[in-house]
């Protein structure tokens, strides 16, 4: 579908319908989730997924993650196992994302799993996320609503600033709440941490009773997530720093004096929650050299640490 105007839908029932049908027609829609603003498309029409690539200029080898209103519908597209059934029953409707055999017969597009059996699949944990998955009736491949390799968006003005002219629809469910993205574990093998998230690992772990093992999935070709430089403001990034150097503009993180601050109270959630936002707002402020405060490496720290590594790589 090609649009003309990007629509900025209300998150009513009228709008949730609106939303809906433009998937029904294969067209792209961005819609907040818990952890931030995805761009979805129906992911059983190749066009509609295709769609997603082009609008984001993303790697084609890069599957993507499906939507769904809740554990039975996932159930129709993956194989679980008691791993997986147990995640999903402590953890769904939330910010956590499970790799699974993906059925024959599920009529997903091969542009979703970049030819992989596997399938990423998530039950988000969003009023708006909810209402459109169940207004639209099938499933949803919905990656982050930003350009390949730019910051995920936790915000519709975000959205619009990235891929306004790209998009269909967007609607509009203020700010995302959890603020990275969802916590991915592989349940092919045992069970395996394919990328820090909105989950802490700590949590999944306390559920299973087990280590995760922390791989990356062999049959995995190169992930965004995983890509070095991903996540990146337009500024060079320097981690760890106590205080900026000359030149330098400082995020902050706990009782420091700093130009932005992810959490003053040093909280790891509320930190979550804006790390994104501050890092678009780093941009709007034309930041060139950006300085960020050393971040505890546990819990949702882990998450946090894990972008902030990407937005410091080589680019
Ligand atoms: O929080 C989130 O997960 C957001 C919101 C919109 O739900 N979505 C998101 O999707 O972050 P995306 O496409 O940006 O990240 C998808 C990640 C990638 O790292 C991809 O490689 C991995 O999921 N992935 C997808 N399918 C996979 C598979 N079959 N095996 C291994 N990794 C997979
Ligand atoms: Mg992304």
């Not at 990328?195 to 992930?223: F, K, M, S, Y």
């Amino acid at each position: 579908m090609k649009s003309e105007q990007l629509l900025v839908l209300q998150p009513d029932v009228a709008g949730l319908e609106k939303a809906a049908r433009i998937l029904g027609l294969g067209g792209l829609v961005s819609f907040p989730t818990e952890t931030v603003y995805g761009l979805g498309s129906d992911a059983r029409n190749d066009r509609a997924v295709a769609g997603i690539y082009a609008a984001k200029e993303r790697p084609s080898f890069n599957p993507l993650i499906v939507h769904v209103p809740d554990t039975a519908a996932a159930e129709a597209y993956c194989v679980f196992n008691d791993a997986a059934r147990r995640l999903a029953q402590a953890f769904w409707p939330g910010a956590l994302t499970l790799v699974l055999p993906v059925r024959a017969d599920a009529g997903i597009s091969k542009l979703v799993t970049a030819g992989l059996d596997t399938l990423a699949v998530r039950v988000p944990d969003h009023p708006v996320a909810s209402g459109v998955l169940s207004a639209f009736g099938g499933p949803v491949a919905a990656p982050s609503a930003n350009p390949s390799g730019k910051v995920s968006p936790t915000r519709a003005a975000h959205v619009v600033a990235g891929l306004g002219d790209r998009i269909d629809a967007v609607v509009d469910g203020g700010a995302c709440a959890v603020g990275v993205e969802s916590t991915i574990v592989s349940c092919v093998g045992a069970p395996a941490l394919l990328r820090a998230g909105g989950i802490p690992v700590e949590a999944l772990e306390a559920c299973l009773g087990q280590t995760l093992v922390a791989e990356e999935n062999p049959d995995t070709p190169i992930a965004p997530g995983q890509l070095a430089s991903h996540y990146a403001p337009q500024g060079k990034v320097r981690l760890n720093a106590p205080y900026a150097e000359p030149g330098e503009v400082l995020l902050g993180f706990g009782p420091v004096e700093a130009d932005l601050n992810l959490s003053v109270a040093g909280d790891l959630t509320e930190a979550a929650a804006c790390l994104f936002a501050c890092l678009h707002e780093l941009d709007a402020m034309g930041a060139a050299a950006i300085a960020v405060s050393p971040i505890p490496d546990h819990g949702l720290g882990r998450a946090i640490n894990d972008r902030l590594r990407r937005a410091a790589a080589p680019r």
